[in-house]
């Protein structure tokens, strides 16, 4: 069985503990994830042989985050070290009608920070056979773009298959306009051969708004 490749950032989670708010909260449970990470662990735990790349900086918040995926399987020796510190976010999870909440913390993280040239590809695909990003990735910055945009051409060279998950996330895009947006989830999508995504992601990235279909209800 061939390798499979995901790319993307893995952060650490804080947490209050069960449905408590962040203004009720006198400790965090911590967690290490990210919707491309665990796709790699998801297909690790199938015994399907999966490697996860990334950027991290080299201390030990970053050495925490390769310890939990290297215990679930996951492959870490395709990774890059660099910058100083691993995005964050808070989750406070709802309850009946309160709808959870989001806080993110990563900017000028080390993901932020990578950019093409960085990750030697070539190396990174021998003997892969898919190669999974998601929608995530180009949001956090123009630089992770780049090196996005840079993988899926190395793997469509390469013949490898490639697929990704839109997830938009209106909190993240951030450094660019709409339009840009488009033009940058437009252009990496044509390499892919698997696209997967709802109503919202069709509208937020490429502008096809489903008739009938409000995205905001």
Partial sequence: ???????????????????????????????????????????????????????????????CALMELRKRGVGMDKIIHGGDRLGIYFLETGAVSRGSKVVYDRAHSAMAEIGPGMVDWDKVFEGAGWFHWT???????????????????????????ISTDLNYRAKLWKYCDDAKREEIMSELTSYCDVVLGNEEDAEKHFGIKPAGLDITT
Avoid: H, W
Wanted: negative net charge; contains cysteine; charged residues 20%.
């Fill in 1 to 63: 069985m061939k390798r499979v490749v995901t790319f993307g950032e893995i952060m650490l989670r804080l947490s209050p503990e069960g449905f408590l708010r962040f203004s009720q909260a006198n400790s965090f449970e911590v967690v290490y994830g990210g919707g491309e990470s665990n796709v790699a662990v998801s297909l690790a735990n199938y015994g399907v042989p999966v490697d996860f790349v990334t950027r991290l900086p080299k201390n030990d918040i970053g050495e």
């Fill in 135 to 161: 929608g995530i990735t180009p949001a956090i910055s123009q630089g992770a773009a780049d090196a996005c945009l840079e993988a899926v051409k190395a793997a469509s060279e390469k013949g490898i298959t």
